[in-house]
């Protein structure tokens, strides 16, 4: 694949000079419409063989294109607070919102391909890394994003003479690479395995776009002009949106979902209760100041009916702790700088490093439950989402967080009495408006969506904790021992 | 995600009697409807938990449909001639033709689940499995197969009750399982190894569905009702073809391409040719003879302009051998079976077993080539082939088998010389027809064509090697030295 590209191409000064206003200006008229448009942003990645143009490819983006729309992000090796979050993190934490540019050098193909050549990853490993960049590249294309990606290429024979010329250059740029380019095996090792991961991850919606580096014009032109065409089809075109498979679990024949299966009679009497209650408080702050935290992290999701006692249940929760210890992050609408990214994006950022504590009152499961019924996103956007958030939680289990969910139920008989009792004390009113009540003419469209939510997204790794909450002490009790359950069982697999 | 599939689902017999009838009705119907559209195979494939079901279910599907358009495929351990081919060969040889139904009994998701299980597999390697099955249904779906997953379920106690009952079965259907399903950790490992499986590989394309297996009619029923919808929906919908992306190599700014970077005038004068190949010939001889050609196999891959002396060039690389060491394979129109089939499946039943040379005069390159050029086949499905046939490439390479594959080219000049000549030889004449002359009028589509399957499928593992056959004494000594050369390349790494 990449034979074409060490071909010899040579451009004459004279034919460069000739098309080059003409793209610049287009490409300028491109960035304008894209800002103006506001609807999806442009990650260009950068990627290839030392020497072959990378760095100055970049310089010159950032020449042509108007350096308030376009940014460029580099990724060498992690620093000590990314260490301590998913990998995937601090890609989250640059992304370009809608309308905007993001150039992302040394990106995750950079930390693969290193690994790889470095032989600190096996190719299966290899393959699984290929993986996770596929699924994270599929969301950005799902949620709108236009990918580049360049491969910039050289020969082995192009690469020696260029390493011959830059032994003298002042910027070093070459040095800075974490590979030693002069040895031949890392060339050799690096092409073959990049070869592997161009041809994998080479999809429709995230396309590589390999480079002949070696002529400074020619390869100039060669950018320009991908990237020129690629933004104009995208500013004419309205992306396909992808459908979510349907639920896993067919409906039941007999009509019966998770919810018809809780037993909300489940009651604690006051003594139990406070008895309980003390003792799995002291039990969490004791979890919470074990060495073994320092390596985990917590993060617990409240949903529920309306009036089922969430607030009361977090506070439970964080009575026994320190408000040092904990962060409580209550999900409202987006901000503006959230609605132009992707839909994860409002959460990760909330996702605490490790050896702390973030609880989520509301949660991003928002997107199944009340986007889903009022339908405010559309049906391809909330299907996509449960895939999307099992490949999320899996990203923070696999970084040691625990994640514990919670949806508390109560039915329909209880919710009225407490909304009445609302109603009725006045220091209680602000709790209960005109949506609380139509939310609840809507009982049986959210009871689906929760059925739907619990059977997609409940997995061994990240469950859905069912929480019988007719009666609000059983509730309180249940979600602290969850968590401290959660806790210990992490704690125990080291 | 198995959690819903565990509840108590228990459907009375009057209910079932009611509903079944009306269901074998309706899946007669659609199973005669598919032989009569003959648009797509259904493949239908069970998982799951032991005892849960699986067994029954597939006789249950025999029973109820006709059986001559059904066929039940098993897959144990693979046989000694399995093993002497890559892992998929064996599922490639039992699909289903268009028009019929295919119920695939331990699949790839059982190989790699067992594998897990029993720690043969890391996880990442369980990661890589897992994005093998997926580009193997991709490939499936996109040529049009309806694909159906059952995961059949049981909780852990349903599964000890259902051991107890089956202890005295006589038809030992568990026992036959490779795993030791009266162990505790066995189900805890399989599900929760089965939940990633099932939550990563559940797509649009290849939807899972998961059935709760303790009852035995709320099973049957609600396999039989997706069964039907998913059929009937395929029959009234045309499947959308999924494109692929553009080459990865941009359309060169300078107009070279790859077939204008060689030089045509290379020849070798009649003794160097001799010498050269009796020498070749020789060395090829013993290499096919050598101890380490028994863990390989050889394809080679003949293309090239008509009148280039692919049909000499065999010849030559056939000279040294006895007939018993190779099998030549003519690509022509494909059969009524093959037609029914994916693309790739009249190729892959002649890939050779280890140890053994197969030659290709013409091959999987025509859906590139020829398809493309004379609009046989639609621009999704040629441009979804390159990346399949890489695939393809890719899976003979890891099981050990050395593949080259020859563009001989001549310049227009030549070919016109050599189509008067055979004009002009009697015994040549069978060799010039219309088509050639018309092949001839599109020669700047046919060598685009070729510049982008060069780009496209040129690869590390499976380069190609573009030969330059003005002189057909240059090109033949070429062509067998480039398969010694490829030959030793691979011993040498084992």
Do not use: C
């Not at 979902?257 to 003594?271: I, N, Y």
């Not at 899996?394 to 625990?402: F, S």
């Amino acid at each position: 694949m990449f034979e074409a590209a060490e071909n010899e191409h040579l451009l004459d000064e004279a034919t460069y000079d000739a098309k080059l206003p003409k793209l610049r200006e287009a490409l300028l008229a491109a960035q304008y419409e894209l800002k103006a448009q506001g609807r999806f942003p442009v990650i260009v990645l950068i990627n290839g063989i030392e020497g072959a143009g990378k760095g100055e490819t970049v310089k010159l983006l950032n020449e042509w294109m108007d350096p308030r729309l376009i940014r460029v992000e580099t990724f060498l090796q992690p620093t000590a607070e990314e260490r301590q979050h998913p990998p995937a993190w601090r890609y989250w934490q640059r992304l370009p919102g809608r309308g905007r540019t993001g150039v992302f050098f040394g990106n995750w193909y950079s930390q693969m391909l290193h690994g790889r050549v470095n032989k600190e990853l096996s190719r299966v490993e290899l393959d699984a890394a290929i993986g996770q960049a596929e699924r994270f590249e599929r969301m950005l294309a799902d949620e709108g994003a236009l990918i580049l990606k360049f491969w910039f290429h050289l020969s082995k024979p192009q690469l020696k003479q260029r390493l011959k010329h830059l032994k003298n250059d002042p910027r070093l740029g070459w040095k800075l690479s974490p590979l030693d380019w002069r040895q031949a095996k890392v060339y050799d090792r690096f092409v073959k395995e990049g070869e592997r991961v161009v041809r994998r991850t080479h999809h429709d919606y995230a396309p590589w776009h390999v480079v002949p580096g070696f002529d400074e014009r020619f390869r100039s032109l060669t950018v320009g002009t991908v990237l020129l065409k690629a933004l104009q089809r995208a500013l004419a075109n309205k992306p396909r949106k992808q459908r979510r498979a349907a639920a896993v679990v067919p409906p039941p024949v007999d009509g019966r979902g998770v919810l018809e299966a809780m037993d909300l009679t489940q009651r604690l009497d006051k003594a139990d209760y406070e008895d309980q209650l003390l003792a799995e408080q002291a039990r969490l702050a004791r979890l919470l100041r074990d060495k073994k935290y320092r390596r985990h992290a917590l993060v617990a999701a409240f949903e529920g009916n309306d009036a089922a006692g969430k607030g009361s249940a977090i506070r439970r929760v964080t009575g026994a702790l320190d408000p040092r210890q904990y962060r409580i992050v209550p999900v409202a609408a987006p901000s503006d700088e959230e609605l132009a990214q992707p839909y994860l994006w409002r959460f990760w950022r909330h996702i605490p490093r490790q050896a702390n504590f973030t609880i989520f009152d509301r949660s991003w499961y928002g997107r199944v439950l009340v986007e889903r019924v009022e339908e405010l996103t559309p049906v391809a956007d909330w299907q996509r989402a449960y895939g999307e958030i099992n490949d999320f939680e899996e990203q923070l289990h696999d970084a040691g967080i625990v994640l514990a969910k919670f949806w508390l139920a109560i039915d329909q008989d209880t919710q009225l009495e407490r909304f009445r009792a609302r109603e009725e004390t006045p220091f209680k009113r602000f709790k209960i408006t005109e949506d609380d009540w139509r939310n609840r003419d809507k009982w049986d469209l959210y009871s689906q969506a929760v059925n739907d939510m619990v059977v997609q997204t409940s997995t061994a790794i990240a469950p859905w904790t069912l929480v019988e909450a007719n009666d609000k002490r059983f509730a309180r009790v249940k979600v602290v021992r969850t968590l401290n359950e959660a806790l210990e069982r992490a704690y125990d697999k080291g």
